[in-house]
Every structure is written in structure tokens, then in C-alpha cells.
């Protein structure tokens, strides 16, 4: 924070640590949470501008992950209390501070995943916040649409009869004293839940029972011959041996259970009916077929569908492997790339398996497999890209090693892609893949933070944890090694090694100076600035417009009620919702569900855009540059103005120029005495304290804020000198560069100052002598004193 935290602050902090953890005052607990969050505050911005809006986003994803780790009762439970806390019918004074508590809890928010496994007593509060749920049979469920069969009475299956002997009887109960297939409303008790037994017995009742049961023969309806070829297959085998060889029984199951099982292990790989794990890999099994094909037909068959499998098995270990700690953040932006393209990947596979399920057309494995030929088809080359561009064993290298062979791997293959397909995929990859380094740069640039745990980024504050104003500034902030081969091979990473650099250490400086209103935060962040110019760039190269999102409008849904109103259909029908009158009376009947726009994905956006192939060139580069160009390019700017107003920036070059390189020969008093001294026998030409003070004297009335940091030093020898060359040598000016103006002006600077003194000090002294020179016959001697008009010319 700019200002140090008020003691309201600091009181109001206590009272919410001890709210929500209920330890005291003064414990080792309440203690360092109290440190961890004064710590936060002060890395924090000032104030928050915040809306409902984004507040709601934020809680909606914390949530989503929630679900996605298989907590749903706490994600229920955090929408619950956020709609709770956050009503739409608060005024602004009272909105505002539960809109900054809200984001203030997000932001101390740590792996709360994590603690739901340690502490799960903590939460059992969740589960007394429910007063009802509805309990849904997934028995019938899974049932629903499959028909009744038996297995063929053969001692081999004996066990296997048994038990479906058992689940037919259990389904042809009465139907009313079933009571499998409705929905149960019940008042759940608060208990412990036996994971492993709840497992075990979802197992054993699964479809029924085939789909764990070791074997079973399911007749077709029909008697024709193309019917039942694997059924009489198996018998003809069995007369020609005449039970002399001992053959391993055949499970015939019918091909709708085998679409299914396809279809299942597409979400996991697992041992079935149709498929086994042998060891990591899924085969299918050898003694398993459908009635219309023999068993080693059906067999090879089944191999057409396990490169799909193996495909998405492959990027759920990916994504595992990215959940361990310093793992490159560039590579999880890519994971979700990935993860967003695959998504519709899988709300096709469920549009498939609803398909097959309602059995409202004839669905064959066939059609089954030239479908997932066609849905796996971007899957297909996801992975062939994903072969290209991840490191290998990327858990052994360095973060920064992985995020800049992805980045400089993924824009050189922009120009090679083979179709539409695959060049739309790429793009997609390398914009989504880019949103770590933007938003570092969009920190940086915008909060003035360049923090960056993974070590991936291409620059490096050295002095991150100093608190006092650097004197070498310019040196703090620098290039990591070993990024000079992605520099050379990448205009984009060359972008970020320069223009990020100069831009950052500008802006930086200029907070330094007390300039913190340099920028302020846009409506856009540089990632999606990026973004959505290069979808721009393309519309207007493929002459298109840029497609919206439309907004979603709420919707009335029909309520169940305590009577049955399913007969007369969707209410909107009997109700003219313009009339305010008659929405009022059956306002019972409808619930008004409040649905916002989805985003649509970007790989969708880039896919209605491009019609073929285009040349990217120097497109990403070009976009880049003219984004940091529009947005910072008034900070050089700003430093310049501001160093020359307020520090003299073009004084102190002056300054320079008069006493290191002679420039009007300001100082010529002073050289001047210096080589009268010299040739003075016994003389104090060397005084240091004389020559600095005579310096001084000259330029103190025209430089009055730079001189006293002028000196002369003289080597400690020089009373041993007997050579006027080699004095000259011996004398060398000193002078020190304030701060901020040793940025611009370094010791490196200063160091080539000195060197040119010194040769134009020898010049200098060179004419001195030779406008002193007179000659005797052949004898060459010093004249004691020269007309005016002589030294006039030693003086030009």
C-alpha cells in the first residue's frame, strides 16, 4: 500500500481472524495469520474499484474447482453464502465493503482443496446447512433403455446366472413395491460416509451386473444367419474339437452395451467387459464379441478405438504432472489451452452416448467409430503439436527453459500448419500460452510487481527485497542467463528481453520520483488486448466482422408443483408474459433463473474467422510492439521531461562538456596556471587541495549545484616527477553523479570522461610548450614569458 495500515485497519483484521478461525488474541496461530495478511495488504493496491459482476466470476470459478476435485457440496455451499452475503438489493455505501471482504478472502485464499482432505471435520458444517436433497436411483438410472437378458445355463457361468437370477428377480418386483424408480425428497442425516463401501456396492450393481460379470451369452431377437455368426462360430469350433481341446468360453453381449463401453472408457481407462488393462495399457479382451462377428474379428475392431483412449489418458497425465510444485505457470496456460479444445471434444462424446442411449435411431459400432473419427480429428493433432513443443522430461528442467522452448516452438510453427484445422489450433495454443508472460509484463508495467516464484521470466529484479532507493538502478532489474538462444531465434521473446526491460526500468523510475499516477488500469489487460487485436487483424484479412457474444436474456422455468401440471405443458403457453397482471398471479409457477453470457472459446472465435490458410509473418510481433508503443512509449517521454525540470539533466551534460572536454574553454584558467607551475623550480604544482580549489573558483558561478562535486586528484609521486609529459598524466579529475542522474549517466560514462581529459590535457599542454618555444643558434630553450598575442594562439 502506498500509506503505512491505520490502526481501524489493523483492528478490523484482528476482529476477522478471530471471527472466522475462533482463535484467541495473542496465540502463535492468530499471530501469524495476522502476519501473513498485514504482509498482503502491504504488497496490495491502495483501494479496489470492484463490481458484482467480477466478484461473482471469481466465487463462480473458485467453485467450479471445487466440483472439479469432487467437492460439490462445498461449491454449493460458497455460491450459497456468496448470494447470501452479496444482495442485489443493498445500497452502494453498503455494497462496496462486502465486495472488498469478498475479494480480500479470495485473495488470502491457499490450496482450500487441500484442507477440505486434511480437516474434513472442519466442514461437517456444510452438511448441516442442507435441509433437502433429492436422491436420484442410479440403478435405474443406468437401466433406463437397456433390455432384460439372461445368460445361456452353461456350467461355466454358472456364478454369473446366479447373480443376474438374482438382479431379474429384484427387477420384476411389483410396481408397487418398487420403489427404485421414483424420487425420493427425504431429510438427510449428518453421517460419516464409508467411501470404500459405497464403491463396492455401486460396483456390484452397475448395469446390472454384465458389466462386471465374468461372462454370459445375449441372443439376438432375430434367427438370421448374418445375425449370429459369432454365435455359431463358437459352435462350429466346438463340434470340429469335439471338447478334446479346452477353449476358453465366449461372452456374447449386444453392441449397444458395447457403444457404451466404448464411449465410458473415453472418460478412463478401466478393466470391463470388452476392454482390460495390461499394465499401463488398455487392450481389448480376446474372449469377448457381438453376435454378428467373430471373436478375433471383433477383437481388431476394438483396436480402432483405443489411439482415442490412449490420446486423452495421455493429457490427463499431462495435466496431473502440472499440479506438483514449480512447474512452469506458461505450461499450465497452455494445459488449459488444451483443456478448452478437448472440452468440446467431450460435450460431443455426451451428445453421442445420450444418442445411443435413447435408442431413437440405429446406431452401429460402425457409425460410432466414423463419428469419433470425425470428433477426435483437432485431438488428433492437439497431440502431434503437443509431441512438438513440450520438452521432455519437462519435470527435469527449468521453468524458464520450458516457458521459452514452448513459446519459441509454438510461434515458429505458426507458419507451417497443414490445413485450417491445424493452423487454427496452433494460434489458439500460442495466444492462450502467452498469458503468463503478459500478465507479468501487465504487473510490472501497471502495479509496479515483478514477482515472479517459478523463475520463468525473462527478467529479474535483483534487489526485489530492498527497501532503500537503489544508487545503480538501472542494473537492478536485468536478463536472466541462458535466454540468449531463445533471443535470437524469437522476435517476441527479443521483444520482452528490450522493449519490456527499457519500458519497465522507466516507469519503475518514475514511481521512484513520486510520479504513481503514470498509468492507470485500463478496461483491458495486455493479454486480452492481444488478443482480441489479433482476432482483429484477421476479420480484417479474411474482410469479416468480428464475432460477438451475444447476451443470454433470464429465462422463466417451469416449477413443479404439489399437483401435477406436466399434462397441460410449458405454462408460457397458457400465459401472456406481457401482462403484468397475469405474470404476478402464477409468479408460483416459474422461477426467474438468472444466466449470464459464457465466453465463447477462443479456439471457436479464431475458427469462425479463417476460412483457409494466411501468412502470420511478423504478426504477433507487430501487434505487440504497437500495444507496448500505444501504451507505455510516454514514459521515456515522462523520464526525460522530468529529469530536465526537476534534476537539470541538459545543465549536468554541460557541466561535463566544459570540464572534461575543454568546451569553451571554460577552464582554461586553470590549465593554464597548472602549466606555469610546473616549470617553476620547487613549486607546489601538485597540490591537490590548491588545484581542486582553483577549479572550483572558475565554474562555482555558472554550475553553482555541481562544482562541489568536483576534484582534482593527483598521484602520490608527484614530487618525484621530472617530466612535464608524465605529470600531465598524474592529474585527473574526480567527480560523483547524483541520484537519479546515475542512471542515465553511469560510472561507466564518467570512466570515459576521464580517459578524453587526459589526452586533451597532453594536447593542450603539447601547444603550451610549442607557443613557448625560442631558439638560440641550435640551442632550444623555454621563454620565461610570451606576448599576449602568442598565448591568444596557444589559447585557440
Given at each position: 500500500?502506498?500509506?503505512?495500515?491505520?490502526?481501524?485497519?489493523?483492528?478490523?483484521?484482528?476482529?476477522?481472524?478471530?471471527?472466522?478461525?475462533?482463535?484467541?488474541?495473542?496465540?502463535?496461530?492468530?499471530?501469524?495469520?495476522?502476519?501473513?495478511?498485514?504482509?498482503?495488504?502491504?504488497?496490495?493496491?491502495?483501494?479496489?474499484?470492484?463490481?458484482?459482476?467480477?466478484?461473482?466470476?471469481?466465487?463462480?470459478?473458485?467453485?467450479?474447482?471445487?466440483?472439479?476435485?469432487?467437492?460439490?457440496?462445498?461449491?454449493?455451499?460458497?455460491?450459497?453464502?456468496?448470494?447470501?452475503?452479496?444482495?442485489?438489493?443493498?445500497?452502494?455505501?453498503?455494497?462496496?465493503?462486502?465486495?472488498?471482504?469478498?475479494?480480500?478472502?479470495?485473495?488470502?485464499?491457499?490450496?482450500?482443496?487441500?484442507?477440505?482432505?486434511?480437516?474434513?471435520?472442519?466442514?461437517?458444517?456444510?452438511?448441516?446447512?442442507?435441509?433437502?436433497?433429492?436422491?436420484?436411483?442410479?440403478?435405474?438410472?443406468?437401466?433406463?433403455?437397456?433390455?432384460?437378458?439372461?445368460?445361456?445355463?452353461?456350467?461355466?457361468?454358472?456364478?454369473?446366472?446366479?447373480?443376474?437370477?438374482?438382479?431379474?428377480?429384484?427387477?420384476?418386483?411389483?410396481?408397487?413395491?418398487?420403489?427404485?424408480?421414483?424420487?425420493?425428497?427425504?431429510?438427510?442425516?449428518?453421517?460419516?460416509?464409508?467411501?470404500?463401501?459405497?464403491?463396492?456396492?455401486?460396483?456390484?450393481?452397475?448395469?446390472?451386473?454384465?458389466?462386471?460379470?465374468?461372462?454370459?451369452?445375449?441372443?439376438?431377437?432375430?434367427?438370421?444367419?448374418?445375425?449370429?455368426?459369432?454365435?455359431?462360430?463358437?459352435?462350429?469350433?466346438?463340434?470340429?474339437?469335439?471338447?478334446?481341446?479346452?477353449?476358453?468360453?465366449?461372452?456374447?453381449?449386444?453392441?449397444?452395451?458395447?457403444?457404451?463401453?466404448?464411449?465410458?472408457?473415453?472418460?478412463?481407462?478401466?478393466?470391463?467387459?470388452?476392454?482390460?488393462?495390461?499394465?499401463?495399457?488398455?487392450?481389448?479382451?480376446?474372449?469377448?464379441?457381438?453376435?454378428?462377428?467373430?471373436?478375433?474379428?471383433?477383437e481388431q475392431f476394438l483396436k480402432v478405438f483405443v489411439p482415442y483412449i490412449k490420446i486423452l489418458e495421455d493429457f490427463r497425465h499431462f495435466y496431473r504432472a502440472l499440479e506438483e510444485p514449480s512447474v512452469s505457470e506458461t505450461y499450465k496456460s497452455y494445459a488449459s489451452a488444451v483443456q478448452k479444445i478437448t472440452r468440446r471434444v467431450f460435450a460431443d462424446l455426451v451428445e453421442v452416448e445420450s444418442q445411443i442411449r435413447e435408442q431413437n435411431s440405429t446406431m452401429t459400432l460402425l457409425k460410432l467409430a466414423a463419428q469419433l473419427e470425425q470428433i477426435f480429428a483437432p485431438v488428433g493433432i492437439l497431440k502431434k503439436i503437443h509431441q512438438e513443443v513440450i520438452v521432455n522430461n519437462f519435470r527435469g528442467s527449468t521453468p524458464l527453459n520450458c516457458a521459452l522452448s514452448l513459446l519459441t516452438r509454438l510461434r515458429g510453427s505458426l507458419q507451417f500448419s497443414l490445413n485450417k484445422m491445424e493452423q487454427d489450433i496452433r494460434l489458439t495454443l500460442y495466444l492462450e500460452s502467452l498469458y503468463y508472460y503478459l500478465t507479468m509484463v501487465n504487473a510490472w508495467l501497471v502495479k509496479n510487481e515483478l514477482i515472479n516464484y517459478t523463475d520463468e521470466f525473462v527478467i529479474i529484479n535483483k534487489n526485489e527485497k530492498s527497501s532503500q532507493l537503489p544508487q545503480n538502478y538501472e542494473m537492478n532489474f536485468v536478463l536472466r542467463d541462458g535466454i540468449d538462444e531463445y533471443y535470437e531465434k524469437d522476435c517476441v521473446v527479443k521483444i520482452f528481453c528490450d522493449q519490456v526491460l527499457q519500458i519497465g526500468r522507466n516507469i519503475h523510475l518514475l514511481r521512484l520520483l513520486g510520479k504513481f499516477d503514470v498509468f492507470t488500469k485500463g478496461s483491458e489487460t495486455i493479454h486480452q488486448e492481444f488478443t482480441r487485436r489479433i482476432l482483429e487483424e484477421l476479420a480484417n484479412y479474411?474482410?469479416?466482422?468480428?464475432?460477438?457474444?451475444?447476451?443470454?436474456?433470464?429465462?422463466?422455468?417451469?416449477?413443479?408443483?404439489?399437483?401435477?401440471?406436466?399434462?397441460?405443458?410449458?405454462?408460457?403457453?397458457?400465459?401472456?408474459?406481457?401482462?403484468?397482471?397475469?405474470?404476478?398471479?402464477?409468479?408460483?409457477?416459474?422461477?426467474?433463473?438468472?444466466?449470464?453470457?459464457?465466453?465463447?472459446?477462443?479456439?471457436?472465435?479464431?475458427?469462425?474467422?479463417?476460412?483457409?490458410?494466411?501468412?502470420?509473418?511478423?504478426?504477433?510481433?507487430?501487434?505487440?510492439?504497437?500495444?507496448?508503443?500505444?501504451?507505455?512509449?510516454?514514459?521515456?517521454?515522462?523520464?526525460?521531461?522530468?529529469?530536465?525540470?526537476?534534476?537539470?539533466?541538459?545543465?549536468q551534460f554541460e557541466f561535463l562538456n566544459h570540464i572534461f572536454l575543454f568546451w569553451d574553454d571554460l577552464i582554461f584558467p586553470f590549465y593554464c596556471r597548472f602549466f606555469e607551475k610546473m616549470y617553476v623550480p620547487n613549486s607546489n604544482w601538485g597540490n591537490s587541495v590548491w588545484l581542486t580549489s582553483h577549479l572550483q573558483d572558475i565554474i562555482m558561478d555558472l554550475y553553482p549545484n555541481f562544482y562541489e562535486d568536483c576534484t582534482v586528484q593527483v598521484k602520490d609521486h608527484w614530487k618525484q616527477c621530472r617530466d612535464s609529459l608524465e605529470a600531465c598524466s598524474l592529474v585527473s579529475l574526480q567527480y560523483k553523479i547524483r541520484w537519479p542522474l546515475n542512471i542515465v549517466i553511469t560510472e561507466e560514462h564518467i570512466a570515459v570522461y576521464k580517459e578524453l581529459f587526459q589526452f586533451i590535457l597532453t594536447v593542450k599542454w603539447a601547444l603550451y610548450t610549442i607557443n613557448h618555444l625560442s631558439f638560440t643558434g641550435s640551442v632550444m630553450m623555454f621563454q620565461s614569458r610570451r606576448s599576449d598575442r602568442d598565448w591568444s594562439l596557444t589559447k585557440r
Amino acid at each position: 500500500m502506498a500509506n503505512p495500515i491505520s490502526d481501524e485497519i489493523l483492528t478490523g483484521v484482528r476482529e476477522l481472524i478471530e471471527k472466522i478461525t475462533h482463535y484467541e488474541v495473542g496465540t502463535n496461530e492468530f499471530n501469524s495469520l495476522q502476519k501473513c495478511v498485514i504482509t498482503t495488504l502491504k504488497k496490495s493496491d491502495t483501494m479496489y474499484f470492484l463490481n458484482t459482476k467480477d466478484i461473482k466470476r471469481a466465487v463462480w470459478s473458485m467453485a467450479e474447482k471445487f466440483m472439479f476435485h469432487g467437492f460439490f457440496k462445498h461449491a454449493d455451499y460458497l455460491k450459497h453464502i456468496h448470494d447470501k452475503y452479496i444482495d442485489k438489493n443493498l445500497s452502494d455505501s453498503d455494497l462496496t465493503p462486502r465486495l472488498n471482504v469478498v475479494k480480500f478472502l479470495l485473495c488470502m485464499s491457499e490450496h482450500p482443496t487441500t484442507y477440505f482432505w486434511k480437516d474434513p471435520d472442519k466442514f461437517e458444517f456444510i452438511k448441516k446447512c442442507e435441509q433437502e436433497e433429492t436422491v436420484v436411483d442410479w440403478g435405474a438410472y443406468l437401466n433406463e433403455g437397456i433390455e432384460r437378458w439372461s445368460p445361456v445355463k452353461d456350467d461355466s457361468y454358472q456364478e454369473s446366472s446366479e447373480s443376474s437370477d438374482e438382479a431379474d428377480a429384484c427387477n420384476s418386483l411389483p410396481d408397487g413395491d418398487s420403489t427404485t424408480r421414483t424420487v425420493i425428497t427425504e431429510t438427510r442425516k449428518v453421517e460419516v460416509y464409508d467411501f470404500r463401501a459405497s464403491r463396492a456396492e455401486l460396483v456390484d450393481t452397475v448395469q446390472n451386473g454384465w458389466f462386471n460379470g465374468e461372462g454370459g451369452c445375449m441372443e439376438p431377437p432375430s434367427e438370421w444367419f448374418d445375425a449370429n455368426v459369432g454365435i455359431l462360430w463358437e459352435q462350429h469350433l466346438r463340434r470340429l474339437t469335439g471338447d478334446l481341446i479346452q477353449m476358453a468360453p465366449i461372452t456374447v453381449i449386444s453392441e449397444y452395451k458395447v457403444m457404451r463401453e466404448v464411449l465410458w472408457q473415453l472418460w478412463g481407462p478401466h478393466d470391463s467387459t470388452i476392454f482390460q488393462l495390461s499394465g499401463d495399457e488398455l487392450v481389448p479382451k480376446t474372449n469377448v464379441t457381438i453376435s454378428s462377428v467373430c471373436s478375433m474379428t471383433f477383437e481388431q475392431f476394438l483396436k480402432v478405438f483405443v489411439p482415442y483412449i490412449k490420446i486423452l489418458e495421455d493429457f490427463r497425465h499431462f495435466y496431473r504432472a502440472l499440479e506438483e510444485p514449480s512447474v512452469s505457470e506458461t505450461y499450465k496456460s497452455y494445459a488449459s489451452a488444451v483443456q478448452k479444445i478437448t472440452r468440446r471434444v467431450f460435450a460431443d462424446l455426451v451428445e453421442v452416448e445420450s444418442q445411443i442411449r435413447e435408442q431413437n435411431s440405429t446406431m452401429t459400432l460402425l457409425k460410432l467409430a466414423a463419428q469419433l473419427e470425425q470428433i477426435f480429428a483437432p485431438v488428433g493433432i492437439l497431440k502431434k503439436i503437443h509431441q512438438e513443443v513440450i520438452v521432455n522430461n519437462f519435470r527435469g528442467s527449468t521453468p524458464l527453459n520450458c516457458a521459452l522452448s514452448l513459446l519459441t516452438r509454438l510461434r515458429g510453427s505458426l507458419q507451417f500448419s497443414l490445413n485450417k484445422m491445424e493452423q487454427d489450433i496452433r494460434l489458439t495454443l500460442y495466444l492462450e500460452s502467452l498469458y503468463y508472460y503478459l500478465t507479468m509484463v501487465n504487473a510490472w508495467l501497471v502495479k509496479n510487481e515483478l514477482i515472479n516464484y517459478t523463475d520463468e521470466f525473462v527478467i529479474i529484479n535483483k534487489n526485489e527485497k530492498s527497501s532503500q532507493l537503489p544508487q545503480n538502478y538501472e542494473m537492478n532489474f536485468v536478463l536472466r542467463d541462458g535466454i540468449d538462444e531463445y533471443y535470437e531465434k524469437d522476435c517476441v521473446v527479443k521483444i520482452f528481453c528490450d522493449q519490456v526491460l527499457q519500458i519497465g526500468r522507466n516507469i519503475h523510475l518514475l514511481r521512484l520520483l513520486g510520479k504513481f499516477d503514470v498509468f492507470t488500469k485500463g478496461s483491458e489487460t495486455i493479454h486480452q488486448e492481444f488478443t482480441r487485436r489479433i482476432l482483429e487483424e484477421l476479420a480484417n484479412y479474411y474482410n469479416c466482422e468480428l464475432p460477438e457474444t451475444a447476451p443470454l436474456t433470464p429465462k422463466l422455468q417451469q416449477v413443479k408443483s404439489s399437483f401435477d401440471i406436466n399434462q397441460m405443458g410449458d405454462w408460457t403457453d397458457f400465459v401472456d408474459l406481457s401482462d403484468g397482471f397475469l405474470t404476478k398471479a402464477f409468479d408460483d409457477f416459474y422461477l426467474e433463473k438468472d444466466e449470464t453470457a459464457q465466453e465463447t472459446p477462443l479456439y471457436n472465435k479464431v475458427g469462425n474467422i479463417t476460412t483457409d490458410l494466411f501468412a502470420m509473418q511478423e504478426l504477433p510481433e507487430k501487434v505487440l510492439g504497437q500495444i507496448l508503443k500505444d501504451r507505455f512509449t510516454i514514459s521515456g517521454l515522462m523520464v526525460k521531461n522530468l529529469l530536465i525540470e526537476n534534476y537539470s539533466l541538459d545543465k549536468q551534460f554541460e557541466f561535463l562538456n566544459h570540464i572534461f572536454l575543454f568546451w569553451d574553454d571554460l577552464i582554461f584558467p586553470f590549465y593554464c596556471r597548472f602549466f606555469e607551475k610546473m616549470y617553476v623550480p620547487n613549486s607546489n604544482w601538485g597540490n591537490s587541495v590548491w588545484l581542486t580549489s582553483h577549479l572550483q573558483d572558475i565554474i562555482m558561478d555558472l554550475y553553482p549545484n555541481f562544482y562541489e562535486d568536483c576534484t582534482v586528484q593527483v598521484k602520490d609521486h608527484w614530487k618525484q616527477c621530472r617530466d612535464s609529459l608524465e605529470a600531465c598524466s598524474l592529474v585527473s579529475l574526480q567527480y560523483k553523479i547524483r541520484w537519479p542522474l546515475n542512471i542515465v549517466i553511469t560510472e561507466e560514462h564518467i570512466a570515459v570522461y576521464k580517459e578524453l581529459f587526459q589526452f586533451i590535457l597532453t594536447v593542450k599542454w603539447a601547444l603550451y610548450t610549442i607557443n613557448h618555444l625560442s631558439f638560440t643558434g641550435s640551442v632550444m630553450m623555454f621563454q620565461s614569458r610570451r606576448s599576449d598575442r602568442d598565448w591568444s594562439l596557444t589559447k585557440r
